[in-house]
């Protein structure tokens, strides 16, 4: 099971279209050799340190990205909604 399912196919999709060829590659690698997801998403939350060979333009974009979605995250919980209900 991946971790976070939505962490690299967010990253994807948003990132994707403006990658250059080799960068695109170098996802395409990033994505498909390590042998854990869980991996991925160590290093791109920094839980982890990236090994050298994977530590690419491309990690730093998907630790930036990653940075950025746990703030929204934060941003959206705890689920609020019940303070703003009319009073019964």
Do not use: C, G
Not at 51 to 64: K, S, Y
């Amino acid at each position: 099971a991946h971790p976070d399912p939505s962490l690299s196919s967010l990253f994807a999709k948003e990132n994707l279209a403006r990658m250059s060829e080799e960068q695109l590659n170098r996802y395409d690698r990033l994505i498909n050799e390590p042998s854990n997801d869980w991996d991925i998403y160590y290093w791109a939350t920094e839980a982890k340190p990236t090994p050298a060979e994977f530590d690419t333009d491309v990690m730093a974009m998907l630790r930036e990205f990653a940075k950025n979605r746990n703030r929204e995250q934060r941003l959206r919980q705890p689920d609020l909604e019940y303070l703003f209900e009319p009073p019964r």
